[in-house]
């Protein structure tokens, strides 16, 4: 990315209310810094990994957790979308265009945003929970028959 991009808002004391992993706020930075204008960016988790050093598994996490914060959403395996008011563009007009074209609630000065992010790792967090609940279950059980 070359060249002088805008942003339509300052978004970043919003984000930083979100207390990210630290690596999300690492892997939202880099992909801002390489994304197209208009936030697209095309890079995969081994490369992001690489770039900041970083675990892959490391990198899954941050990008789950900017998932669920709404701040980039995976469109196909290798293409992300940065959220149209972290993104940069080619004009100040641009970047009031695509913040316009969002839907209220997503924008990021929405009210209840910090609290939807909260919301939205709580229910993955017990959603997660429940898949190991699941499988200690089914461990149980099939102990239990191998025993009887």
Known sequence: MSGL?????????????????????????????????????EIDQITIAQLLGLSRAAVNAALRDLDLAQLVKKQRPGIYQINPMLAGYLSPEDAVAAVRAMPREQRLNAPDFVQRYQSAVTAYQDQLAEKRRRKDDERRRQIFRAVS
């Open 5 to 41: 991009h805008f942003a339509a808002v300052n978004a970043e004391g919003v984000v930083a209310d979100l207390d990210l992993l630290p690596a999300a706020y690492r892997v939202l930075l880099k992909l801002r810094a390489h994304s197209e204008p208009g936030g697209r960016i």
